[in-house]
């Protein structure tokens, strides 16, 4: 899901990494749309919540809860990371790593 928003939100190339951290492993996926303005970043991982100006596209406002829920359940944290403008976005999970990994 978070891959798929990358091109649909946002604009390629996405940028997708994968690193081991500490006791997490950390996913990062970066588009380089227009972000999210900062008065609706606590909202983006709410059940239907969809900016204004994404009302054109496809989509229920779903997929970041569901992702937010998922990686809830692992637990993980999920965050963006998003200047506002046509800065872009990051999504970026943070899940335990497994015992002795």
Do not use: C
Request: hydrophobic share 40%.
């Amino acid at each position: 899901n978070l891959i798929d928003n990358a091109f649909k939100y946002g604009k390629a190339p996405v940028d997708v990494s994968v690193t081991h951290k500490g006791s997490s492993i950390i996913i990062r996926v970066f588009d380089r749309g227009e972000g999210v303005p900062p008065n609706e970043q606590a909202r983006v991982f709410e059940r239907h919540y969809r900016r204004a100006s994404d009302l054109s596209r496809p989509g229920q406002g779903l997929g970041l809860a569901i992702v937010n829920g998922i990686v809830d359940s692992l637990r993980g944290q999920v965050w963006i990371d998003s200047p506002g403008g046509d800065a872009g976005m990051a999504v970026i999970v943070a899940l335990p790593a497994a015992e002795g990994e």
